[in-house]
Protein backbone atom coordinates (compact mmCIF):
# COMPACT_ATOMS: atom_id res chain seq x y z
CA UNK A 1 0.00 0.00 0.00
CA UNK A 2 1.28 3.70 -0.48
CA UNK A 3 -0.14 6.22 1.08
CA UNK A 4 2.26 9.19 -0.27
CA UNK A 5 -0.70 10.85 -1.32
CA UNK A 6 -2.64 11.86 1.30
CA UNK A 7 -2.04 12.44 5.25
CA UNK A 8 -2.95 8.95 7.44
CA UNK A 9 -4.57 9.55 10.91
CA UNK A 10 -2.38 8.65 13.48
CA UNK A 11 -5.06 6.03 15.30
CA UNK A 12 -5.25 4.42 11.75
CA UNK A 13 -1.86 4.28 11.18
CA UNK A 14 -1.25 2.46 14.36
CA UNK A 15 -4.64 0.42 13.98
CA UNK A 16 -2.77 -1.03 10.87
CA UNK A 17 0.45 -1.45 12.14
CA UNK A 18 -0.41 -3.88 15.10
CA UNK A 19 -2.86 -5.63 13.40
CA UNK A 20 0.11 -6.87 11.20
CA UNK A 21 2.16 -7.85 13.80
CA UNK A 22 2.10 -11.45 15.49
CA UNK A 23 3.78 -11.74 18.80
CA UNK A 24 6.74 -13.30 19.00
CA UNK A 25 6.48 -17.20 20.17
CA UNK A 26 10.17 -18.37 21.26
CA UNK A 27 11.15 -18.11 24.93
CA UNK A 28 13.70 -18.21 27.74
CA UNK A 29 13.38 -19.53 30.95
CA UNK A 30 15.45 -17.13 33.56
CA UNK A 31 16.08 -16.57 37.13
CA UNK A 32 14.20 -13.66 38.59
CA UNK A 33 16.95 -11.24 39.03
CA UNK A 34 17.23 -11.71 35.52
CA UNK A 35 13.61 -11.09 34.54
CA UNK A 36 12.93 -6.98 34.91
CA UNK A 37 11.56 -5.72 32.00
CA UNK A 38 10.43 -9.29 30.17
CA UNK A 39 7.25 -10.38 29.90
CA UNK A 40 5.40 -13.72 30.80
CA UNK A 41 5.65 -16.55 28.01
CA UNK A 42 2.63 -18.21 30.04
CA UNK A 43 0.27 -18.00 32.62
CA UNK A 44 2.16 -18.70 36.01
CA UNK A 45 0.18 -20.39 38.40
CA UNK A 46 0.54 -19.93 42.26
CA UNK A 47 2.10 -23.37 43.81
CA UNK A 48 1.03 -22.79 47.37
CA UNK A 49 -1.45 -21.06 49.08
CA UNK A 50 -0.41 -17.43 50.39
CA UNK A 51 -0.63 -16.97 53.47
CA UNK A 52 0.78 -20.70 53.71
CA UNK A 53 -1.20 -20.56 56.82
CA UNK A 54 -3.48 -18.61 59.77
CA UNK A 55 -1.39 -16.01 60.84
CA UNK A 56 -1.78 -13.01 63.19
CA UNK A 57 -2.25 -9.22 61.81
CA UNK A 58 -1.02 -7.91 64.84
CA UNK A 59 1.40 -7.91 67.67
CA UNK A 60 -1.01 -8.92 70.32
CA UNK A 61 -2.90 -11.77 72.31
CA UNK A 62 -4.60 -14.75 70.46
CA UNK A 63 -8.07 -15.50 72.28
CA UNK A 64 -11.06 -17.66 71.84
CA UNK A 65 -14.22 -16.02 72.22
CA UNK A 66 -15.52 -18.55 74.66
CA UNK A 67 -12.68 -17.96 77.36
CA UNK A 68 -13.63 -14.02 76.93
CA UNK A 69 -15.66 -12.31 79.72
CA UNK A 70 -16.00 -8.45 79.80
CA UNK A 71 -13.27 -7.03 82.22
CA UNK A 72 -11.84 -10.03 83.41
CA UNK A 73 -8.21 -10.93 82.76
CA UNK A 74 -7.27 -13.50 80.90
CA UNK A 75 -3.65 -15.35 81.67
CA UNK A 76 -0.93 -16.00 79.64
CA UNK A 77 -0.03 -19.68 78.62
CA UNK A 78 2.53 -19.22 75.93
CA UNK A 79 4.34 -17.33 73.15
CA UNK A 80 3.55 -17.59 69.45
CA UNK A 81 6.18 -16.20 67.08
CA UNK A 82 6.86 -15.90 63.51
CA UNK A 83 9.09 -18.97 62.63
CA UNK A 84 8.82 -20.13 66.34
CA UNK A 85 4.71 -21.51 66.64
CA UNK A 86 2.88 -22.00 69.97
CA UNK A 87 3.10 -25.88 70.21
CA UNK A 88 2.10 -26.63 74.11
CA UNK A 89 -1.51 -27.40 75.60
CA UNK A 90 -3.57 -23.97 75.21
CA UNK A 91 -5.22 -24.61 78.73
CA UNK A 92 -9.02 -23.18 78.91
CA UNK A 93 -9.73 -19.67 80.44
CA UNK A 94 -6.16 -18.81 79.32
CA UNK A 95 -4.80 -16.33 75.98
CA UNK A 96 -1.72 -16.82 73.97
CA UNK A 97 1.11 -14.01 73.13
CA UNK A 98 1.16 -13.52 69.40
CA UNK A 99 3.32 -11.55 66.98
CA UNK A 100 2.69 -10.53 63.63
CA UNK A 101 3.35 -13.21 61.15
CA UNK A 102 3.05 -15.76 63.34
CA UNK A 103 0.74 -18.95 63.12
CA UNK A 104 -2.11 -18.77 65.05
CA UNK A 105 -2.79 -21.25 67.92
CA UNK A 106 -5.66 -24.22 66.91
CA UNK A 107 -8.85 -22.89 68.25
CA UNK A 108 -8.04 -19.46 68.26
CA UNK A 109 -10.95 -17.27 67.20
CA UNK A 110 -9.46 -13.78 67.24
CA UNK A 111 -6.18 -11.94 67.75
CA UNK A 112 -6.35 -8.77 70.12
CA UNK A 113 -4.24 -6.22 68.87
CA UNK A 114 -1.87 -5.18 71.78
CA UNK A 115 -3.33 -1.30 72.25
CA UNK A 116 -6.51 -2.47 73.21
CA UNK A 117 -4.83 -4.90 76.38
CA UNK A 118 -3.75 -3.91 79.41
CA UNK A 119 -1.50 -5.86 82.01
CA UNK A 120 -3.54 -6.97 85.24
CA UNK A 121 -2.26 -8.80 88.23
CA UNK A 122 -3.47 -12.12 86.83
CA UNK A 123 -3.04 -11.78 83.29
CA UNK A 124 -4.19 -9.35 80.38
CA UNK A 125 -7.21 -7.42 80.25
CA UNK A 126 -9.15 -6.48 76.64
CA UNK A 127 -10.53 -3.01 76.79
CA UNK A 128 -12.26 -3.21 73.42
CA UNK A 129 -14.98 -5.68 71.51
CA UNK A 130 -13.48 -8.60 69.96
CA UNK A 131 -14.81 -9.95 66.59
CA UNK A 132 -14.46 -13.35 65.64
CA UNK A 133 -11.24 -13.54 63.35
CA UNK A 134 -10.34 -10.06 63.35
CA UNK A 135 -6.70 -9.31 63.36
CA UNK A 136 -6.15 -13.14 61.51
CA UNK A 137 -4.91 -13.56 58.03
CA UNK A 138 -6.45 -16.78 56.52
CA UNK A 139 -4.06 -19.15 54.50
CA UNK A 140 -4.81 -18.27 50.85
CA UNK A 141 -6.42 -14.97 51.37
CA UNK A 142 -3.59 -13.97 49.30
CA UNK A 143 -3.43 -16.25 46.55
CA UNK A 144 -5.21 -19.40 46.20
CA UNK A 145 -3.07 -22.55 45.68
CA UNK A 146 -3.89 -23.62 41.31
CA UNK A 147 -4.68 -19.91 40.69
CA UNK A 148 -3.27 -17.69 38.15
CA UNK A 149 -1.11 -15.27 39.52
CA UNK A 150 0.01 -13.36 36.23
CA UNK A 151 -1.40 -14.33 32.88
CA UNK A 152 0.81 -14.58 29.93
CA UNK A 153 1.39 -11.29 27.98
CA UNK A 154 2.60 -9.80 31.75
CA UNK A 155 5.04 -7.57 31.71
CA UNK A 156 7.64 -8.32 34.76
CA UNK A 157 8.39 -5.43 37.57
CA UNK A 158 9.16 -4.54 40.94
CA UNK A 159 5.58 -5.05 41.34
CA UNK A 160 5.03 -8.87 40.15
CA UNK A 161 8.68 -10.48 40.51
CA UNK A 162 8.56 -9.92 44.59
CA UNK A 163 4.51 -11.83 44.50
CA UNK A 164 6.61 -14.55 42.34
CA UNK A 165 9.77 -15.09 44.83
CA UNK A 166 6.68 -15.24 47.69
CA UNK A 167 5.23 -18.21 46.22
CA UNK A 168 9.08 -19.57 45.56
CA UNK A 169 9.14 -19.56 42.33
CA UNK A 170 12.67 -19.26 41.09
CA UNK A 171 12.96 -18.65 37.65
CA UNK A 172 10.13 -17.92 34.91
CA UNK A 173 10.01 -18.53 31.32
CA UNK A 174 9.70 -15.57 29.62
CA UNK A 175 9.32 -14.17 25.65
CA UNK A 176 12.86 -13.93 24.27
CA UNK A 177 13.79 -10.23 23.43
CA UNK A 178 12.56 -8.42 20.98
CA UNK A 179 15.98 -8.04 18.13
CA UNK A 180 16.18 -4.37 16.46
CA UNK A 181 18.97 -2.79 14.25
CA UNK A 182 19.27 0.36 14.09
CA UNK A 183 20.74 2.70 11.56
CA UNK A 184 21.45 6.28 10.60
CA UNK A 185 21.16 7.76 7.15
CA UNK A 186 22.59 10.78 5.51
CA UNK A 187 25.80 12.14 4.50
CA UNK A 188 25.37 14.88 6.64
CA UNK A 189 25.52 12.91 9.95
CA UNK A 190 28.41 12.66 11.52
CA UNK A 191 29.08 10.55 14.89
CA UNK A 192 29.38 13.04 18.17
CA UNK A 193 33.61 13.40 19.50
CA UNK A 194 34.49 13.72 15.81
CA UNK A 195 34.86 17.21 14.04
CA UNK A 196 32.35 18.25 12.02
CA UNK A 197 32.70 18.71 7.93
CA UNK A 198 30.80 21.84 6.15
CA UNK A 199 26.79 21.22 6.47
CA UNK A 200 27.58 18.01 8.80
CA UNK A 201 25.23 17.74 12.07
CA UNK A 202 25.69 15.02 14.81
CA UNK A 203 23.99 12.05 14.66
CA UNK A 204 21.68 12.33 17.93
CA UNK A 205 18.19 9.96 16.41
CA UNK A 206 20.38 6.56 16.71
CA UNK A 207 21.38 7.39 20.26
CA UNK A 208 17.99 8.08 21.43
CA UNK A 209 16.88 5.03 19.67
CA UNK A 210 19.13 3.16 20.58
CA UNK A 211 18.45 4.35 24.21
CA UNK A 212 15.08 3.93 24.11
CA UNK A 213 15.16 0.28 23.05
CA UNK A 214 17.33 -0.60 26.02
CA UNK A 215 15.14 0.79 28.08
CA UNK A 216 12.13 -0.96 26.16
CA UNK A 217 14.07 -4.33 26.84
CA UNK A 218 15.26 -5.00 23.10
CA UNK A 219 18.51 -6.82 22.16
CA UNK A 220 20.03 -3.80 20.13
CA UNK A 221 21.77 -4.15 16.91
CA UNK A 222 23.45 -0.99 16.21
CA UNK A 223 24.57 -0.23 12.19
CA UNK A 224 26.08 2.67 12.76
CA UNK A 225 25.73 5.52 9.92
CA UNK A 226 24.80 4.88 6.61
CA UNK A 227 25.74 6.96 3.18
CA UNK A 228 23.61 8.30 0.60
CA UNK A 229 24.69 5.67 -1.47
CA UNK A 230 21.93 2.74 -2.85
CA UNK A 231 24.49 -0.11 -2.94
CA UNK A 232 25.45 0.65 0.71
CA UNK A 233 22.21 1.80 2.11
CA UNK A 234 20.87 -1.93 0.39
CA UNK A 235 23.36 -3.84 1.88
CA UNK A 236 22.24 -2.24 5.29
CA UNK A 237 18.83 -3.23 5.02
CA UNK A 238 19.66 -6.59 3.65
CA UNK A 239 21.83 -7.54 7.06
CA UNK A 240 19.72 -5.83 9.28
CA UNK A 241 17.10 -7.90 7.47
CA UNK A 242 18.64 -11.31 8.25
CA UNK A 243 19.86 -10.48 11.93
CA UNK A 244 16.64 -8.66 13.38
CA UNK A 245 12.87 -8.55 14.25
CA UNK A 246 12.41 -4.84 13.41
CA UNK A 247 14.54 -2.86 11.05
CA UNK A 248 14.21 1.06 12.56
CA UNK A 249 16.30 3.73 10.20
CA UNK A 250 16.33 7.11 11.27
CA UNK A 251 15.78 9.80 7.77
CA UNK A 252 15.69 9.39 4.50
CA UNK A 253 11.71 8.99 4.04
CA UNK A 254 10.94 12.06 3.04
CA UNK A 255 10.29 13.17 -0.24
CA UNK A 256 14.30 14.39 -1.25
CA UNK A 257 16.68 13.34 -4.58
CA UNK A 258 18.88 11.63 -2.11
CA UNK A 259 16.54 9.44 0.29
CA UNK A 260 16.75 5.74 -1.85
CA UNK A 261 14.94 3.99 0.86
CA UNK A 262 11.62 4.40 -0.31
CA UNK A 263 13.56 2.34 -3.92
CA UNK A 264 15.15 -0.35 -2.18
CA UNK A 265 12.03 -1.29 0.29
CA UNK A 266 9.53 -1.13 -3.07
CA UNK A 267 12.27 -3.65 -4.23
CA UNK A 268 12.71 -5.91 -0.76
CA UNK A 269 9.64 -5.63 0.68
CA UNK A 270 6.21 -4.91 0.78
CA UNK A 271 6.27 -0.78 2.35
CA UNK A 272 3.53 1.20 2.92
CA UNK A 273 4.56 4.86 2.77
CA UNK A 274 2.31 6.90 5.16
CA UNK A 275 2.60 10.78 5.56
CA UNK A 276 0.61 11.12 9.25
CA UNK A 277 -1.45 13.56 9.74
CA UNK A 278 0.33 14.74 13.19
CA UNK A 279 2.76 17.10 13.82
CA UNK A 280 5.78 16.25 14.58
CA UNK A 281 6.42 13.74 12.54
CA UNK A 282 4.71 13.83 9.44
CA UNK A 283 7.12 11.25 7.36
CA UNK A 284 7.13 8.24 8.98
CA UNK A 285 7.59 4.64 6.97
CA UNK A 286 5.96 0.88 8.26
CA UNK A 287 6.17 -2.28 6.20
CA UNK A 288 7.18 -5.79 5.58
CA UNK A 289 11.04 -7.16 4.53
CA UNK A 290 11.24 -10.50 3.92
CA UNK A 291 12.19 -11.72 7.52
CA UNK A 292 11.69 -8.23 9.62
CA UNK A 293 9.27 -5.03 10.37
CA UNK A 294 10.78 -2.20 9.05
CA UNK A 295 9.77 1.62 10.62
CA UNK A 296 11.92 4.97 9.06
CA UNK A 297 11.82 7.30 11.44
CA UNK A 298 11.68 10.90 10.24
CA UNK A 299 15.34 12.52 10.36
CA UNK A 300 14.51 15.92 12.83
CA UNK A 301 15.24 14.26 15.84
CA UNK A 302 11.92 15.49 18.08
CA UNK A 303 9.55 13.96 14.94
CA UNK A 304 11.74 10.91 15.25
CA UNK A 305 11.37 10.61 19.23
CA UNK A 306 8.05 11.13 18.85
CA UNK A 307 7.31 8.41 16.17
CA UNK A 308 8.88 6.22 17.83
CA UNK A 309 7.26 6.81 21.16
CA UNK A 310 4.16 6.96 19.35
CA UNK A 311 3.86 4.00 17.14
CA UNK A 312 7.13 1.75 17.39
CA UNK A 313 6.95 2.06 20.94
CA UNK A 314 3.25 -0.28 20.77
CA UNK A 315 4.52 -1.89 17.98
CA UNK A 316 7.42 -3.50 20.37
CA UNK A 317 5.04 -4.22 23.08
CA UNK A 318 2.78 -5.99 21.14
CA UNK A 319 5.77 -8.16 19.25
CA UNK A 320 7.09 -8.88 22.64
CA UNK A 321 3.59 -10.41 23.79
CA UNK A 322 3.12 -7.44 26.46
CA UNK A 323 -1.14 -7.63 26.85
CA UNK A 324 -1.09 -4.92 28.89
CA UNK A 325 0.81 -2.15 27.06
CA UNK A 326 -1.10 1.41 27.10
CA UNK A 327 0.09 4.78 27.08
CA UNK A 328 -0.70 7.00 29.94
CA UNK A 329 -4.43 8.11 29.99
CA UNK A 330 -5.27 11.51 28.36
CA UNK A 331 -6.70 14.14 31.08
CA UNK A 332 -8.27 18.11 30.43
CA UNK A 333 -6.94 21.03 31.86
CA UNK A 334 -6.69 24.72 31.24
CA UNK A 335 -3.78 25.95 29.19
CA UNK A 336 -1.62 28.24 31.59
CA UNK A 337 0.12 29.29 28.66
CA UNK A 338 -0.91 30.54 24.95
CA UNK A 339 -0.30 28.03 22.51
CA UNK A 340 0.61 28.39 18.71
CA UNK A 341 -1.15 25.85 16.60
CA UNK A 342 -2.09 26.25 12.55
CA UNK A 343 -5.11 24.21 11.55
CA UNK A 344 -4.53 20.80 9.76
CA UNK A 345 -2.76 18.11 11.56
CA UNK A 346 -3.08 16.27 14.93
CA UNK A 347 -0.31 18.18 16.89
CA UNK A 348 1.30 16.69 19.93
CA UNK A 349 3.23 19.81 21.46
CA UNK A 350 5.59 19.46 24.57
CA UNK A 351 4.49 20.58 27.50
CA UNK A 352 4.47 21.36 31.30
CA UNK A 353 2.07 19.69 33.73
CA UNK A 354 1.94 21.18 37.17
CA UNK A 355 -0.50 22.79 39.76
CA UNK A 356 -0.92 26.31 39.96
CA UNK A 357 -1.33 28.00 43.48
CA UNK A 358 -5.04 26.83 43.56
CA UNK A 359 -4.15 23.57 43.49
CA UNK A 360 -5.34 22.89 39.90
CA UNK A 361 -3.74 21.16 37.23
CA UNK A 362 -2.51 23.41 34.08
CA UNK A 363 0.02 22.65 31.46
CA UNK A 364 2.21 25.53 29.95
CA UNK A 365 4.56 25.42 26.73
CA UNK A 366 7.98 24.56 27.01
CA UNK A 367 8.77 27.29 24.33
CA UNK A 368 9.46 26.70 20.62
CA UNK A 369 7.90 23.61 19.44
CA UNK A 370 10.45 23.65 16.45
CA UNK A 371 11.33 19.59 15.17
CA UNK A 372 14.99 20.31 16.26
CA UNK A 373 14.12 21.52 19.64
CA UNK A 374 14.63 18.19 21.61
CA UNK A 375 15.33 19.85 24.99
CA UNK A 376 11.86 20.30 25.00
CA UNK A 377 11.09 16.06 25.76
CA UNK A 378 13.79 17.05 28.98
CA UNK A 379 11.72 20.76 29.96
CA UNK A 380 8.40 18.95 29.45
CA UNK A 381 6.70 15.99 31.05
CA UNK A 382 3.62 15.76 28.64
CA UNK A 383 2.41 16.01 25.39
CA UNK A 384 -0.40 19.02 24.76
CA UNK A 385 -2.95 16.93 22.33
CA UNK A 386 -4.20 19.51 20.02
CA UNK A 387 -7.01 18.24 17.51
CA UNK A 388 -6.60 18.52 13.86
CA UNK A 389 -8.50 21.63 12.53
CA UNK A 390 -8.17 23.77 16.11
CA UNK A 391 -5.93 27.19 15.46
CA UNK A 392 -4.39 29.13 18.11
CA UNK A 393 -5.16 28.26 21.70
CA UNK A 394 -5.59 31.11 24.68
CA UNK A 395 -4.49 31.14 28.11
CA UNK A 396 -7.42 29.45 30.15
CA UNK A 397 -8.65 27.16 27.04
CA UNK A 398 -9.53 23.89 27.87
CA UNK A 399 -6.85 21.28 26.33
CA UNK A 400 -6.54 17.46 26.62
CA UNK A 401 -2.65 16.37 27.83
CA UNK A 402 -1.22 13.12 27.59
CA UNK A 403 1.88 12.79 30.81
CA UNK A 404 5.13 11.27 29.20
CA UNK A 405 5.86 7.30 30.79
CA UNK A 406 8.89 6.05 31.82
CA UNK A 407 10.80 6.23 28.62
CA UNK A 408 10.91 9.70 28.98
CA UNK A 409 11.12 10.20 32.24
CA UNK A 410 7.41 10.32 33.62
Do not use: C
Given at each position: MDFTAGLMPLETALTQMLASITPLSEQETLPLLSCFGRVTAADIVSPLNVPGFDNSAMDGYAVRL??????TPLPVAGKAFAGQPFHGEWPAGSCIRIMTGAPVPAGCDAVVMQEETEQADNGVRFTASVKANQNIRRSGEDITQGATVFAAGTRLTVAELPVLASLGIASV?????A???????????????????EGQIYDTNRLAVHLMLEQLGCEVINLGIIPDDPQQLRAAFLEANRIADVVLSSGGVSVGEADYTKTILDELGEIGFWKLAIKPGKPFAFGKLPDSWFCGLPGNPVSAAFTFYQLVQPLLAKLSGNTAHSLPAR?????????????????????????????DLEVSTTGHQGSHIFSSFSQGNCFIVLERERGNVEAGEWVEVEPFNALFGG
Open positions: ADLVAGAVVRKRVAVFSTGDELQLPGQPLAQRVRAATRLKKSPGRLDFQRGILARNADG
